[in-house]
């Protein structure tokens, strides 16, 4: 598929990453061509979504139900006081096309569901996760593994954060890496802002990276942050040669 040409303006706009080694027009041209599902807005997606419109992005879409509350407010940067009790979803997209009026901003306002993953996740290239509930979370990486769409994971907990990139084939799925919902896990959870937007900057930049092969994703990789003592480990993982959703991707693995 040919590549989108740049306007004199998105040269303008974008020009300190083209300066980056190795990116460059042909990188942002890229961007341009490329669509990106961000479940939920909010302190983790929300600053995906935020970065992926300041990079150039050509399409995104949001993914989010539900109405802004006054506690989400320590997190939630692309919301604002005076939405409190209206459509989340409605203030993220309307920030973004005010910071980035040169690209495509579709509101959703549903959280992923199995009865919309299929067609939410075909509308897109690739898929970035920052939702809370791991309902969500296993609804899109099935949809990812069967229509073969990287995903990018990100999730927190406290002053702790974790992120890694999925592509069915390749790389671990969810499942392998979590089978089931942990017991102890609720909605309303603690956590610092800082720390959701610490992780969405590193999984706007894991989607950055899959859609125009710069630098090395976290293929294969979980990095796990702790930000309460400034620590942070690359840990290998690997995929389950018995994974019921993944695991016939990988038949050497299988039969050994």
């Known amino acids: 598929m040919d590549l989108p040409e740049l306007s004199d ?14 990116f460059g027009e042909e990188c942002q041209r890229k961007l341009k061509r490329s669509s990106v599902l961000v479940s939920r807005c909010g302190g983790v997606g ?3 979504a ?7 992005i050509g399409r995104l879409v949001l993914a989010h139900a ?15 006081d005076s939405w409190i009790g209206k459509p989340r979803v409605d203030c993220a997209a309307e ?11 579709e509101a959703v306002p549903e959280n992923i569901s199995d009865d919309n993953a299929e067609r939410l996740v075909s509308s897109v290239d690739i898929i ?7 309902e969500e979370r296993f609804a899109m990486n099935r949809e990812a593994v069967r229509q ?3 995903l990018v994971e990100c999730a ?28 102890h896990w609720k909605r309303q959870f603690p956590v610092i802002g800082a720390v959701s937007g610490m992780i969405g900057c590193l999984g706007a930049m894991e989607v950055i990276k899959l859609l125009t092969g710069l630098g090395e994703p976290l293929l294969g990789r979980l990095l796990v942050c702790d930000l309460r003592s400034m620590s942070f480990r690359s840990l290998k993982i690997k995929p389950d040669p018995h994974c019921s959703l993944c695991g016939n991707l990988f038949p050497l693995r299988r039969n050994k």
């Open 9 to 22: 303006a998105e040269r303008s706009r974008y020009e300190w990453q083209i300066w980056v080694d190795g």
């Open 46 to 48: 929300g600053l995906i």
């Open 50 to 56: 935020y970065q992926l419109a300041a990079a150039g």
């Open 66 to 80: 539900g109405q802004l509350k006054r506690s989400d407010l320590n997190r939630q940067l692309l919301m604002r």
């Open 95 to 105: 920030r973004l096309r005010e910071l980035n009026p040169q690209i495509i901003v």
């Open 128 to 134: 970035a996760d920052g939702a809370p509930l791991f």
């Open 148 to 150: 073969r769409k990287p």
């Open 156 to 183: 927190v907990f406290e002053m702790e954060a974790q992120i890694t990139s999925i592509v069915p084939g390749q790389t671990p799925c969810l499942e392998c890496l979590c089978l089931e919902k942990p017991a």
